[in-house]
């Protein structure tokens, strides 16, 4: 008796098919998430290496006077005040960390909407002083934090972060800026303005320009270090 050619798949082999699929995505999966980020981080610190140039030009142009974070007469901050050294707001943007856009009447033509992903070190940064700081009065400008990344934690998305960061104690650092965002640390920009990635347990004598260390509690960064994972 002549036997018909089998076509097609048994239920066995189709599920043995599927499990080796889902096999290999539960592999794969988290190896391409950890690419995509890993470009990101990339992209985010080649931002603030660009914001490093600009405040170089700018300081160059202000005889080592720094801008201030936030100007309020004229309700823009020192991204709008770098804009003509950088001509591109995409810069000020991290993909990993979107925020809302700025909205403020400073912002007007090519800044209007963009969006900010970082903010001024408010603890040696001009803002809320009759004069601007001078680069002479930070010592020991490549180990002093400048720029940072931030979130709107205040705000609950309803509006852009702050232009500027103050911070007291470890548990500050750790509220403001989202420092297990890029392999479990952040990228900053530094007062010689040199950018580069670090962990925030790197951090606590970089905030103050007489380098004192931030004191305790620090309780927000074992938690969040905890619930972000290895």
């Not at 800026?177 to 392999?183: A, E, G, S």
Request: hydrophobic share 35%; charged share 20%.
């Amino acid at each position: 008796m002549k036997r018909t050619p089998r076509s097609g798949f048994t239920l066995i082999e189709l599920l043995v098919v599927i499990a080796i699929i889902a096999i290999l995505a539960a592999i794969l999966f988290p190896v391409f998430a950890q690419a995509r980020e890993k470009a990101r981080a990339t992209t985010c610190l080649s931002n603030c290496k660009q914001i490093g140039i600009a405040l170089r030009m700018y300081l160059d142009d202000y005889e080592g006077a720094w801008m201030f974070s936030w100007y309020d007469r004229g309700q823009y901050g020192w991204d709008t005040a770098l804009y003509p050294y950088t001509k591109n707001t995409k810069i000020f943007a991290c993909p990993s960390n979107p925020q809302l856009p700025e909205l403020w009447k400073g912002y007007t033509g090519p800044t209007y909407g963009m969006v900010r992903s970082y903010a001024m070190n408010g603890t040696v940064a001009s803002d809320q002083r009759p004069n601007p700081v001078y680069e002479p009065s930070i010592p020991n400008p490549a180990d002093t934090i400048m720029v940072l990344e931030t979130t709107d934690w205040n705000y609950k998305h309803t509006r852009p972060p702050d232009h500027e960061t103050y911070v007291k104690s470890r548990n500050d650092v750790c509220i403001h800026v989202p420092f297990t965002i890029h392999q479990g640390g952040s990228n900053y920009v530094f007062a010689d303005t040199h950018a580069r990635w670090a962990r925030v347990e790197q951090t606590w004598t970089w905030w103050r320009a007489d380098h004192q260390e931030l004191p305790l509690p620090d309780t927000v960064c074992t938690q969040r270090r905890q619930a972000a994972g290895p």
